[in-house]
């Protein structure tokens, strides 16, 4: 049997600390499916100002990376815990900023695996304090 993996995110800037963590949890089993947040809910969440990518273009440039088998879109909590659902992984592979917190769709998986964030490498931080900052920030 195929032993799958899940991930999530905006993925909006793609930078080296998404490609590692990629890395991690395909390393964790046969198929990654990786989850992205609409367009809507990553401006619900990050700000009218973003995506800076649109929902097609970080579709394709994650369909790109070798250690992405399949992805798809959510628009809301309960569609991402759907698609966790639908797809039933034998693994969660997420940041470690949510241990001890609820991680959407865990009931529908074997477990959940936390990945240490690369602090230096953040689309947040970065564009707060390089490339994006004229562009983006208020």
Sequence with gaps: SV???WTNGC???LHRGHIEMFKYAKSLGDELIVGIDSDEKVRRDKGK???INNLHDRTEMLKSIKYVDRVCWFNSPEELSDAIKYYKPDIIVIGSDWKGKK???QEYAGKVEFFDRIEEYSTTIGCDRRCCKKYMCS
């Design 3 to 5: 032993m799958k993996i």
């Design 11 to 13: 993925f909006d800037i």
């Design 49 to 51: 100002k973003r995506p």
């Design 103 to 105: 991680v959407i769709g």
